[in-house]
């Protein structure tokens, strides 16, 4: 590829302090403009990327990469903010690296969701380009675990088969490069037997199957699975009962899964040595149709066309999963943190503080004390239309919705000459409370 000078390349962001509507760490951006060379990508991009305070080496890179057309684009521009795939990415050492094609609704989603044509060398250079910046250069070596929907999901499988040595997991939702077989004259897709040994899981909305604008997306992600599964690969797939092409709440499988390979696969803490294989004789199966699996060892049906479940814990989130929707989860979320106070005008109070958002669950709110009673609760309506209402809420394709919200609340009615004692209380998305963290 033609080296050419990035449009912009910019530190967004060193530190979110206190009050921010941003995780805490580095956030990075880098612009490239649409390429006119055949073979390189012809449409812009924008990449940013969110680097967690603390680590001095990262161990992956966690790529959530939003669907075809305009609308999704820019969905996908905030999805390096998202404080809950953070939580995912702070465990782990790793960065948060979020898409943004600068694709009109007039321009053919195949021009970056193949990345035969340029999004894969120009995702590659910004990897490269961050590394070179931000003080991490092992960001141009390490694994990825790749997250994608609908086009995205095209994206993510084509470059499973591209660089299976790179990737630890795969989440496929209501995509597959599949689902451009039957529109096109192109070849049959080869998979290279190195992509059989990389984690998938296949999550198509069921409303999608027989839908009018959806149905490829149900055919190509199931197409998908049977492929992998015959050839012995570690694949999964959950039907998401609930949904169509919108994502829902399949983030409370999605974080697990990845979560779960994460701990299987990643070298040691320094970064060195090769992803570490998964044996798909062992795992739990469950038949499909069907809700419920069982370790390997006692499966007795056909094992090539069953779903693929690393663990049991992973196992138990899928159940509940395909039956539901969602997911269940007992364990209350992290205290928030940093949390100051000091006088605002007019003698109004202001309270900022931080958190970071429950693994299992999600960050729903905040309740905020004062003197030991319940004074308010942030988002004081909380909205939630494509899944359950959390403090960031969430778009139709699992990122959230601008503007992004900040964690601030002002007191305009403290008494005058008292002094009082606020506390702020972190609630996750099934309703589970954390311990207060005092202002001061």
Not at 210 to 228: D, K, P
Not at 246 to 274: H, M, N, Q, T, V
Not at 301 to 316: F, Q, Y
């Amino acid at each position: 590829m033609t080296k050419r000078p990035a449009l912009l390349f910019r530190l967004l962001l060193a530190l979110a302090s206190a009050g921010s509507c941003l995780g805490a760490g580095q956030y990075w951006q880098v612009i490239y403009p649409p390429s006119t060379t055949p073979g390189e990508l012809s449409l812009g991009v924008t990449y940013t990327l969110w680097i967690p305070e603390g680590p001095k080496t990262l161990r992956g890179v966690i790529v959530h990469q939003h669907g075809c057309g305009k609308g999704a684009c820019e969905g996908g521009a905030t999805a390096a903010h998202d404080l809950h795939w953070q939580a995912l990415a702070r465990k782990w050492d790793c960065a948060l690296l979020g898409p943004f094609y600068h694709q009109d609704d007039r321009d053919a989603c195949t021009r970056w969701c193949d990345p035969t044509q340029g999004s894969a060398q120009t995702f590659l250079r910004a990897l490269s380009d961050f590394a070179a910046h931000s003080g991490h250069p092992e960001i141009e070596r390490v694994p990825w675990c790749l997250w994608g929907h609908s086009g995205g999901g095209v994206w993510a499988s084509g470059m499973q088969l591209l660089h299976p040595e790179r990737i630890v997991a795969v989440w496929l939702r209501s995509g597959s490069v599949y689902m451009r077989l039957g529109q096109t004259n192109d070849v049959p897709i080869h998979i290279p037997d190195a992509a059989c040994g990389v984690p998938v899981m296949c999550n198509p909305g069921t409303k999608e199957q027989g839908h009018s604008q959806f149905n490829r997306a149900w055919t190509g992600t199931l197409e998908m699975f049977r492929v992998l599964r015959a050839r012995n690969a570690p694949v999964g797939f959950a039907p998401d009962p609930r949904t169509s092409h919108e994502c829902g709440d399949s983030r409370y499988l999605a974080i697990p899964f990845f979560d779960a390979f994460l701990d299987l696969r990643l070298p040691g803490k320094r970064g060195s040595g090769s992803l570490r294989p998964i044996d798909p004789q062992r795992g739990w199966l469950a038949p499909l149709p069907g809700q419920n699996a069982e370790p390997a060892s006692r499966f007795h049906g056909h094992r090539l066309e069953a779903v693929w479940l690393p663990n049991k814990r992973v196992a138990e989130a899928w159940t509940q999963y395909v039956t539901t929707g969602a997911t269940t989860d007992r364990t209350p979320p992290p205290r928030p943190f940093n949390a100051r106070v000091q006088t605002a005008s007019n003698q109004a109070v202001e309270l900022t503080w931080e958190a970071d958002a429950d693994l299992e669950s999600g960050l729903a709110g905040f309740v905020i004390l004062r003197d030991g009673r319940e004074l308010a609760r942030l988002p004081e309506k909380p909205a939630g239309r494509f899944g359950r209402p959390l403090f960031q809420a969430m778009s139709y394709h699992d990122t959230p919705e601008k503007p992004l919200p900040l964690m601030r609340y002002i007191d305009a009615t403290p008494e005058g000459g008292v002094r009082h004692r606020y506390e702020v209380v972190a609630v996750n998305s099934v309703g589970l409370q954390s311990r207060p963290a005092r202002a001061r």
